[in-house]
């Protein structure tokens, strides 16, 4: 073990299994460790405080040992300066480019500190610099997005990123820290939502939402309808089948085949999902068949004409697919970027593919709670790296029915 | 195949693939056939009949195979009388004898039929005669209850079963018959075990229940409790587990550790859970502690202070138990047996174990409802022979309140 | 129901179920019948013959449900002649535009039968027309490769299908016919999977293989590779995570930060995955990775060592992606498509998207095995149309490296 | 919080999470505490001490908390002298008793240190005195095995447990120890759990299984009977399923209408089941049938043959059941503590119900693993105390197979 750095870390160390976790990275790159000092929070409010020296085989490890334990919220002592290489190819970051975390980060450059916009997980770091070379824009890239030129940060130093501050096991969301059950008290856990969704537009913040094709299988569709009315959905992030089962129900009172009304249920009814695609693609958008009247009900209805965002990103999977889907990938991922601003709560509603797609884009800042009644959808979340994500392994239909009453006056009654 | 006998079969028969179970169970048997009449119906809401001519290797293999037809509904055209054999060994029957489903079944004897007391699966018949040797009572007995010197049924002839009539699609139940899924109308499904309630009720018939601990664990027991209150819980089948936690929770404010009013979950707090089964101990019996005031909430209590009926046997996983647990599952079996009369209606929430015990010995005419957020409990139940059983893979604890907001009115207003 | 036709099936029709879900099918459209006729094969071994007259309220509901029948293999007794109309908008069919099974399909025109090129379920049909108007050509299309000017069938008239004829429970695929479980004689089933692939390869046909990342993560690479060299992989459709975490493997000897080695987890290892993509973006092709050294093993060097195809297709919660993901979904599927000709055999493992994406463009042909060790993703293949899809609820990497033992000579001895 | 004591705790604290657990329970219990002193382990290797100052409400609710931090392993610093009050009631242990872990124990009277002979989780802690009251056993009891008269550990002080000294992620179980995954590399956990089983017979100790009808159902009872065969099955836990659907297997080749030859499975084929206990029931017991020479194949059979143990206890769904099964579940589990002598490695397969109760009785220190294909079942075990235990979710039948070939030379080939 050659090379070895000084770090630190600063928080409920103990309490939340964090130094565990630490730890394990370091044996898992292969590094070693000596814990220098620990500063241990005597009542149990205070924060505790460890420094420790990391060390690996060379250098080229132990930047990535480094990188690796800022995902957890660990700076060196001694941050240093940032490093900086030009981009040489489009989408190709250049070697030991610095990894990003979805925390806040800020940058050391000239003895300054710069903010970083739009913290964003498994990017590059980009600098724009003014004719002085001084740093004017520190931002997070994806990987397809990096034109040659560019200046991207390489090593981890000059990099501090900061874990948000949870109060554990206080305000809306200490209630689902521990782990992800099935067996928990729900209504406790709606109203806790309800809450969460109440602060952030009160805050002036945006809410959005995460969908699958569930939502409408399941029969939440009306409550989900009188939440976009009531003013609790901002933003929907969803794939083409999702607005396809929700048209298809609208158009003719099904979703792949179930008859809603009399909760009878058959297998894939093909003819009218094709036939509710046609239907749209002819009109030419959703908002064009809301407009010609063709399109009467249903939750995308209800964002068309209440003004609201949806980001509706393809898969290989799909039929049509509607006219508003983003059929490139790395588009709709860029179009989901670009709502992101302003978003102060997130709700994943019954889609794994969609939820690990936000989770990746997130700032960890944004209180995310997942509902799904498989728990790996809930699990997959977190071991992904979005680890504010709060799980609950419940009915989608049902779930959706209590926050409706809890937050819109008057739903069913 | 030396041997061959002509069945007959009425009802649904394409509606409901029932005629493909049966040539499957003729090949599973090693067995074949000839269809040599089949009537169709003509029009949807006719019924159809086929008579079909079965053959095995020899007469063993025959006679087991129309026993494992019976459990279809598939009678002997010609049926005969019945076999008899005396019962040579306590717990042991006599070589050959029948092996009941459950269904409502009827014996041939000196060319009259004589009705079965009780329909239940995997029993045997026995018959009690008066001293001109004419049947008294047909009943049937389970193989551990049988002893030397009854008349046990032997053979599948002289033996008739009837189906319970299904109006396919129609009726309180129609709803969840094509299979178990996740993505079906929950609030529909919700008014629709309601009304099978309220049916049972009106009929003058008793609600079963059927508990698992996670009723508890769901916060849905003070939807049960208003449900208890309410008339519509008659008797409750269950183990230790929901007993014990219902009343850790009464007397602690836990269960198993989670925190019901806030919602917070730990992993198992077995000392609460030790502690609860010790007090109950002390104090003789569940309703000795709320007798003495020791125990004023929860379910347990609901059901002793309104004068209700529950059945606890314990399994090999059991603390304790609770002093009301029956620790033999013989004994167990016998006393749920006991408490089948009259009932109308059946619900089995988040348990397997007790579902499939149950199912085992209930008869195939009582409207049957298994609610879990696992598909393979509900799966489970239907492979065991309870072809009645409908299932609704949803959250119980959400399933449940809105139950209560169903049936008790000015619940949660 | 004032619009009705006569229609026909042949098959094993009750052994199946088949008609049970014809029936289904009627009542879910709204339509009525009459069972004409119903010539039953008398003996195991022969079809019958149902004739239905059928019926819908108005000529278009009626069309669609012949529609939907078809997807069961019901024809028209009396079939007419194939409606044809301009398609007038890009990618949009024309009203009323006849909706595709993936069945065997024939069209009438001119009193003459014309074959279907490409079986697809959910497409349009496509007729090319000489300068006498006789058709050269009749294939499938998606919607969104119809272009203004094509001639697009409609209604269901003048069409027939043939639904393969399966020797139910014999062969090599009788086994799995019954149901999905995960409670079957495993090692059986690898058998017969290794004789499927065969059969395949001995009739000069291809195997396709559609893959997620399990099959790394379950440590089934080596066993996978084997199987490459024997040349058992003609084809693999995957997406970016596939092949990413192999490279990754074969990079760092990690998989999401699994030491393969030493059968340690830890939770999504980012910073070697961001890693690993920036590599061979770098290099411009996994191929060039190949050529240049920089790839050395695993699944992906495998088969471009081999001259294997491979077709990558992007999702929404892509890293990268690597140069040769199809970012752009739609052409992701057409390059699917060009892949499938000749292909004899189909197996799906471990993966949910790209095995239903998979199933949604394979003709119904082609045998398909589904392993995967949640039950949902086999029974989702079956819902959405692929009716020859067998499932097996299995370990991925024990099952894979069982296969490879029984069609790799010498493997792991 | 007007109690307090001093405790402390000593291991790789930061390294497992377990300090994170013990401040859990802290609050979980209305608790509060002062970390006074951590002296940190400098290099990976070492171990770490905390000492705590933790707080409670009143005298009754300290000593409940500190016993629940025992199972984590923390003493109080002055352990002071057990306190002893007799039992006043068979089967009720007195207020205040004292709830134990399954961990390493001692107890201080007189100033010395006693060893309690045989430690499981939940039980009280009996003494017995010689004339002199001096200690000559000290032990753990069931509640329901108490009896008037026995004097009875109470209160938290006076008690010292250990926690096995796990080498964390070294030897042979450090594979498992991060979480429950079913995508690990599977090869390595199937040679990991071989190499535990031959230490365990190396030194000269007994292998534990415990198993479901799952080890019957997917097909793995030719390799049990091989590791019968082999050695490596001591003692054999399991319920009246596994052994009734084995001895079904063996007389009619089937289990629950699985024919293992070809791969076919139908529903539950309850005849063949309910005839295969009548038949053992008239034998008298599993032994007489295989001496008799009735039974002559499977594991039942090579389990007595070999002169294997085993213990069946009934549950409440059992049909029968077989004679040798316990129908009382608290007389099954004094005959399953009975055989926990020289156990020195534990196998569970395929069953929640007997896992969970052997989980119940098994102290630390033997090393459990346990496999299934359900997650759930394997995440249930470590919730409910048995922290050693190692989760493999995988396919139970492969999992078996690879042992065997692992284990038993000549197997398979």
Request: proline share 4%.
């Amino acid at each position: 073990m050659s090379e070895s750095e000084s770090v630190e870390v600063t928080g409920h160390l103990m309490d939340t299994g964090i130094l565990s976790r630490i730890l394990d990275d370091i044996r898992e790159y292969g590094g070693d460790y000596v814990i220098d000092r620990f500063d241990v929070g005597h009542e149990a409010a205070d924060t505790s405080r460890a420094t420790i020296t990391v060390s690996a085989e060379d250098d080229d490890s132990l930047q990535r040992l480094l990188m690796r334990l800022q995902t957890r919220g660990v700076n060196q002592v001694d941050p240093g300066e940032v490093g900086v290489a030009p981009c040489e190819q489009d989408g190709v970051f250049p070697d030991g480019f610095y990894s990003t975390t979805n925390l806040v980060t800020r940058i050391r450059m000239g003895g300054r500190w710069f903010p970083v916009e739009n913290p964003e997980m498994d990017c590059g770091l980009i600098i724009d610099f003014d004719d002085d070379r001084r740093p004017v824009r520190v931002y997070t890239l994806p990987m397809a997005d990096v034109r040659s030129g560019m200046n991207v940060v390489v090593g981890a130093d000059g990099i501090r990123v900061e874990v948000p501050v949870t109060e554990k096991r206080e305000g809306a969301f200490g209630f689902m820290e521990s782990d992800v059950s099935s067996e928990k008290p729900q209504a406790v856990l709606v109203r806790q939502v309800a809450e969460g969704m109440r602060d952030a537009k009160a805050a002036g913040k945006k809410v959005l939402w995460v969908g699958g094709p569930g939502v409408v299988h399941t029969g939440a569709a009306p409550a989900m309808v009188a939440l976009v009315h009531a003013g609790f959905v901002d933003v929907l992030f969803a794939g083409n089948a999702l607005a396809t089962h929700d048209i298809e129900a609208a158009l003719y009172g099904t979703s792949l085949g179930v008859d809603l009304a009399m909760g009878r249920g058959v297998e894939h009814g093909h003819e009218h999902h094709i036939r509710a695609l046609n239907t749209i693609r002819k009109e030419g958008s959703i908002r064009a068949a809301v407009e010609s009247g063709t399109l009467t009900g249903g939750i995308m209805h209800a964002l068309v004409t209440h003004g609201r965002e949806f980001v509706l990103v393809g898969s290989v999977r799909d039929d049509g697919p509607l006219p508003d889907v983003y059929t490139d990938v790395i588009d709709g991922q860029r179009a989901m970027r670009a709502k992101l601003t302003d978003v102060g709560f997130c709700l994943m509603v019954a889609t794994m593919l969609h939820s690990v797609a936000t989770g990746n884009i997130l700032p960890a800042s944004v209180p995310l709670v997942c509902v799904d009644i498989n728990p790996a959808t809930v699990t997959k979340l977190s071991d992904r790296g979005s680890s504010q994500a709060r799980g609950i392994v419940t009915d989608v239909g049902l779930f959706l029915e209590q926050l409706a009453v809890e937050l819109v006056p008057g739903y069913r009654s």
